[in-house]
């Protein structure tokens, strides 16, 4: 709980030493190295020239984790990992495309979906969907993460060493 | 009755001749008479032209042997690939009304049953629903036959239990079988093995079609007879001589002449056939090849099909009466017509039911039940409904380029598409009755109009449906994915996006100003739809009101090379046109590519080819393949949400005001092309994508630009679909300006508010008469952090 309020404040702080980004998610598009997210803590130089931020108010109590999904999509998620444990991961992705058929904006699922793509060997999709659901996490720092995560494996799946590193380390302190 | 003739021919024509062997002797005792000498000429003749006919004959025989055999083993293994649509998830909290579940059930051919129900049934209670699932093999795996409640409040599915009251998370109903692949166009089976089919089926066509089936060589001379005898004492044909084997021959190659050749090589071929093969094994061709019906255009082969053609149902839950009806048609599916002469259908029904009972297949009591049975052939819920060829088209499409042929249609494979049978309804309700509207509000010629739409999950990429034309289920030219019409102003957005990635912002104020280009000694001078012309305008309006000036001025700054390369990489479409009028849409793309191009906007940015195959199993059920969605982002998201804010606009005040979700949260844009030839619409919600296009084949002018027609269907599809707002991921660089103006504004001084994103050390001009001031710098920036 303490995670995420304190977590809250260091994307502010960070956010303003950046100032000139108007989202903090940057846009990886023709890049073929997408730039991760602006690191969520750690470095917090003060912000300089710019007004004294108004200590942002913190948050009404950090929001408890609504049991967000429904009955029906936790289930075919269980069904999805029990294929995963019975080593048919190409099942346990179609579990989670039923899913997403019924629920498309589940960005869980979407998460989930990329890091099976990863099981499965196919690193390229599993890090085009989990840019795909970073977009869609919108201000959920810690799906965000989750996501960065997923591409800085599927990175390192292709080779990419060095820029899997950068993205782990920008993101290693972070606990969702 | 030919069939018994030819063998006894070379008895009858020998005989003569024995008989003058015997007599001559006996008249003329010298030997070596000119009698005798002429006798052994003829003799010697007659063998040489007996070994001669001989050996033609064994020739044709072994000729029918190949024939026959190579016929009979290609349709035995003939089980071709079944295609599936998606079924119907069920869990509590689904948006579905029992009206909605029980329809589906219907199409599906589950009945309405009372007490227990039997598989294939349901039973409607006060708000709940009992159903007993058939059993059915999906991708992940085999399911049972089981029993589910369903309980319905207010249009929606509230729970899902089983027979013991434990709550069901989920489940699903089993698909559809839309269609199935043959090697011959237009035919279609539903082949059952020996198995799947009911023996009262069996014993009944024996019986009626051929009582010494078990025992005859192939030919039945006593069943001829006795057919004769039957015939002549009833004074009308109730019974036919031919056997089983004689009609599968004669069903094999559909030649109704009535020659005496035929007659002979089709019994000949039936000698064959039993000599050849084990008396089940033709039974099973038997039942899988004979023609019961017409539906159309589609001859209905096989008592599978039958039984879902007259009764949508599986074979293994006809009644007895059904059973019946269905032998009852083999004598002559025309003039036995259930539908169409139902008095005979009942009459020799009810004579193939008293032969039951006197064969003692049926009890008195069952006799009596089924006798009080009306026909019971459905229409409505018939094929001609679950037929979707302009689908079938998109998947055998993208099968062929993952099997052979031969694959698809001789190894029984199970396709499962993404085709979602209530939607694909509502796309061609919708598409028959605006067409139908617009030729009568037009005073336009009945049926001169034709249509296309394609209807995608914004999500996933699927097509959920097709329609190839106006008719739903006719098999004809499938506008939808090979009618490649010039997309008009469809390609808009492309230029408006492209701008956006070059620094530009929705309030960016455009020029829209007479355009004069001269290419090839030829003057190019386009005009804007009204033929005005507006001077400076916000682009977010441009977009909107849909402005060729403005566009033309905009898209040559940015160079026709690059609008048209971005084209590429959106649609998956290589534009041939690399002009200025492509930027007003002189480009020709199928309703199919335009899906693809839009899905990548609605979707955020990622583009995801039009997905029709979800997974592919052979015969034993394991996955042969699987395609799994696949994204490839082609487009930064803020860039693709903010277009799609942009078409927003261009719905709520633009050329897409007239409809009637243009203030629902639903993003679109209209084309139009020279001479109103075609009319189009790309639209989208936060769960579809719906691209429909209205013209004629012969490329006349409609009088319908895209808002007065393919608009108009795009609403009636939507109405039918139910929309539901887009989701914009949260920005925070919105500002609401004016439409017109691309000034800063609010609701005191302006009607016609938009809200952009704008890059946030933009600073923004006032709306006159507006009261509000950009905040500063600071202001900006203490806003901006409070959304953390």
């Known amino acids: ?35 991760p997210p602006p690191p969520p803590i750690d470095e917090t130089p003060a912000p300089e020239a710019l007004p004294p931020p108004v200590a942002p108010a913190p948050p009404p109590a950090p929001e408890p984790e609504p049991p967000r999904q429904d009955p029906a999509t936790l289930a075919l998620l269980g069904q999805s990992q029990r294929a995963v444990e019975a080593g048919n991961v190409d099942e346990a992705i179609a579990y989670v495309e039923r899913a997403l058929r019924m ?74 | 009755m030919p069939r018994g003739d030819s063998p006894r021919r070379p008895r009858r024509t020998a005989q003569p001749r024995s008989r003058t062997a015997r007599r001559r002797p006996a008249r003329a005792k ?32 072994r000729y029918l042997d190949t024939t026959i055999t190579a016929t009979f083993e290609g349709r035995r293994w003939s089980v071709p690939a079944v295609i ?130 078990d025992q005859h060589p192939g030919f039945d001379l006593a069943g001829i007879i006795r057919a004769l005898w039957v015939n002549v004492r009833a004074g009308e044909i109730q019974q036919g001589g031919s056997t089983l084997t004689q009609q599968l021959v004669k069903s094999y190659y559909l030649d109704n002449r009535r020659t005496i050749e ?55 839950e006809l009644g007895a009466d059904e059973i019946a009806t269905l032998v009852a048609v083999i004598r002559g599916p025309s003039f036995y017509n259930p539908y169409r002469h139902p008095e005979r259908a009942l009459a020799r029904r009810d004579f193939v039911l008293d032969r039951m009972l006197e064969s003692g297949l049926i009890t008195a ?149 007479p355009v004069n280009l001269t290419l090839n000694r030829q003057t190019w001078s386009p005009n804007n739809y009204d033929r005005r012309v507006y001077g400076p305008v916000p ?85 042969l393949s699987r395609h799994s969605i696949e994204v490839e982002q082609r487009i930064a998201p803020d860039v693709a949400s903010t277009l799609v804010r942009a078409m927003e606009a261009a719905m709520r005040y633009g050329t897409g005001r007239s409809s009637r979700f243009a203030r629902a949260g639903v993003a679109g844009k209209t084309g139009t092309t020279d001479d109103y030839r075609d009319s189009w619409f790309a639209g989208f919600d936060g769960v579809h994508l719906v691209v429909t296009w209205i013209g004629t084949d012969d490329n006349q002018p409609t009088q319908l630009s895209g808002a007065t027609g393919a608009l108009k269907v795009w609403d009636a599809i939507m109405t039918r679909l139910a929309v539901r707002p887009l989701h914009h991921p949260p920005s925070n660089t919105l500002r609401t300006v004016d439409y017109q103006s691309g000034l800063l504004a609010d609701e005191s ?8 994103p704008v890059p946030w050390d933009a600073a923004l001009q006032t709306h006159p008469g507006c009261g509000i001031y950009d905040r500063s710098l600071s202001e900006r920036v203490r806003e901006w952090m409070q959304r953390f």
Request: hydrophobic share 45%; with cysteine; charged share 20%.
């Open chain 1, 103 to 176: 629920n498309g904006q589940d960005v869980e699922l979407w998460l989930r979906l990329a890091e099976l793509q990863l099981l499965a060997a196919r690193p390229a999709n599993a890090e085009q969907l989990a840019q795909r659901a970073i977009v869609m996490a919108g201000s959920r720092a810690d799906w965000q993460r989750r996501g960065w995560l997923i591409v800085a494996d599927a990175r390192e799946a292709r080779g990419d060493r060095e820029e899997a590193e950068r993205i782990r380390f920008q993101w290693r302190s972070y606990r969702g």
């Open chain 2, 262 to 316: 035929r007659k002979v090589r089709e019994l000949l071929m039936a000698i064959i056939l039993d000599a050849r093969f084990a008396k089940p094994d033709i039974l099973n061709a038997y039942v899988n090849e004979i023609f019961l019906g017409q539906d159309g255009r589609r001859a209905v082969h096989g008592f599978g099909l039958g039984a879902q053609f007259y009764f949508n149902k599986p074979i293994d």
């Open chain 2, 30 to 61: 010298r030997p070596r008479s000119l009698a005798w000498r002429v006798f052994r000429a003829l003799m010697l003749t007659g063998f040489v032209f007996g070994l001669i006919a001989a050996a033609a004959v064994a020739g044709y025989m």
């Open chain 2, 365 to 513: 009591t069952g006799h009596t039940a089924a006798k009080q049975q009306p026909l019971r052939v459905v229409r409505g819920a018939r094929l001609g409904g679950m037929y979707y060829p302009a689908y079938m088209d998109l998947v055998r499409r993208r099968l062929d380029a993952l099997y052979q042929d031969d694959d698809l249609t001789t190894s029984g494979l199970q396709i499962f598409t993404t085709l979602n049978p209530p939607v694909q309804e509502s796309i061609e309700q919708a598409i028959a009755e605006t067409l139908q509207d617009l030729e009568q509000s037009r005073k336009l010629p009945a049926n001169t109009l034709q249509a296309a739409a394609v209807v995608t999950s914004i999500q996933t990429g699927e097509v959920l449906a097709l329609a190839g034309g106006r008719v739903a289920g006719f098999d004809g030219f499938n506008r939808a994915l090979n009618a490649r019409r010039p997309i008009g102003s469809l390609v808009k957005p492309v230029i408006y996006l492209k701008a956006l990635e070059s620094g530009y912002n929705l309030t960016t104020i455009l020029d829209d100003a």
């Open chain 1, 1 to 35: 709980m303490i995670g995420v309020a304190s977590v809250r404040v260091a994307i502010v702080l960070v956010s303003l030493a950046l100032a000139g980004c108007a989202a903090y998610v940057p846009p990886p598009v023709t890049d073929r190295t997408p730039a």
């Open chain 2, 539 to 623: 682009l977010v309006r441009a977009l909107g009101n849909s402005l060729n000036l403005a566009t033309v001025q905009l898209g040559l700054r940015l160079g026709v090379e690059e609008v048209a390369d971005r084209l590429e990489t959106l649609s998956g479409h290589r534009p041939a046109n690399r002009f200025p009028s492509l930027l007003l849409g002189a480009e020709a793309m199928t309703p199919l590519e335009v899906a693809g191009m839009y899905g990548t906007l609605a979707s955020g940015g990622f583009y995801m080819a039009p997905k029709a195959v979800v997974a592919v199993l052979d015969e034993t059920g394991q996955p």
């Open chain 2, 749 to 756: 001084c302006s009607e016609e508010l938009v809200s952009v």
């Open chain 2, 84 to 213: 599936y649509a998606q079924p119907l998830e069920l869990f509590p909290g689904a948006l579905l009304s029992m009206a909605n579940v029980t329809r589906e059930l219907n199409r599906l051919g589950y009945r309405e049953a009372t007490g227990t129900p039997p598989p294939g049934s349901y039973q409607r209670g006060d708000g709940s629903l009992d159903i007993h699932l058939r059993s059915f093999r999906f991708i992940e795996g085999p399911r049972e036959s089981q029993r589910i409640r369903l309980r319905f409040r207010q249009g929606t599915l509230v729970d899902v239990s089983d027979p013991s009251g434990r709550a069901v998370p989920l489940i699903r109903l089993d698909p559809a079988a839309i269609g199935s692949f043959f090697p011959s166009h237009g035919e279609d089976r539903v082949v059952l093995a020996p198995d799947q089919v009911p023996p009262l089926l069996v014993e009944t066509l024996k019986i009626i079609e051929d009582r010494n089936f």
